[in-house]
């Protein structure tokens, strides 16, 4: 079974420009989520889909970030503009759990996509 | 709210001894609670989950955790440490109040010398 694909795993940019991220769940999964993770922190959610629909972006920085999952599959995150506070690893992760159940709680994580902004 | 503290940010043991990595949370209902590692430039892997059933749950690896309600803890421990084991261990607590999301601890990084 694939797991879940993030790209690009590097990305380095100016502040004031943008950059996206992409991630591909694994099959079937209904809920996705995007987590920030800067240096020495455990990771942070950012927003959180279940099929195409947001359950939770409270924590999303909507001035400057935005996130999409328009076919309720893949998943587009995007920056901009960016600020050196954004340098960080951006994780993609899905479940199969739909967040109204006794919580299974696995979460399948991607590689990440690591953020530098000069 | 929930929160979770993991109570070193760094853990270094001889190989063949034991690992315990702490952790206290902070709920106001019945947590579901999880220990995830992360290696060097890997995805986080899921450890082990409690999930109100038993309270000694265990996980791959060799590793388990303990669900002491009176503490607040789920503590990880593992009674004779690898090379192998070395990387970031996370602990996270979820309830579904909080709509099943996941909050993180700050991570505890394991050394394990040869």
């Known amino acids: 079974e694939a797991g879940v694909a993030q790209s690009p795993r590097y990305k380095i940019i100016e502040k004031r420009q943008s950059v996206a991220f992409w991630c591909n769940p694994i099959s079937g999964h209904a809920t996705l989520y995007w987590y920030q993770q800067i240096l020495g922190q455990g990771p942070k959610l950012l927003i959180q889909f279940q099929n195409n629909g947001v359950v939770d972006d409270s924590q999303l920085p909507k001035d400057r970030f935005s996130a999409e999952r328009l076919k309720g599959v893949d998943s587009t995150l995007k920056i901009q503009p960016a600020k050196l506070e954004d340098s960080a690893v951006y994780l993609c992760?899905?479940?199969?759990?739909?967040?109204?159940?006794?919580?299974?709680?696995?979460?399948?994580f991607g590689e990440g996509s690591r953020l530098t902004v000069l | 709210a929930q929160s979770v503290t993991q109570l070193d940010s760094h853990v270094s043991v001889s190989e063949g001894t034991p690992v315990l990595l702490r952790c206290n949370y902070s709920s106001s209902y019945s947590p579901s609670l999880f220990w995830y590692v992360q290696h060097p430039n890997k995805g986080l892997q899921l450890l082990l989950k409690y999930t109100s059933a038993a309270t000694l749950v265990k996980g791959i690896n060799g590793f388990e955790a303990e669900f002491k309600k009176s503490e607040t803890s789920f503590h990880l421990t593992k009674p004779s440490a690898h090379m192998s084991d070395a990387a970031e261990y996370f602990c996270v607590v979820s309830e579904i109040r909080a709509g099943n999301m996941l909050t993180f601890g700050g991570g505890t990084r394991l050394m394990v010398k040869p």
């Open positions: 992760a899905s479940s199969l759990d739909h967040g109204r159940q006794p919580n299974t709680g696995e979460l399948f």
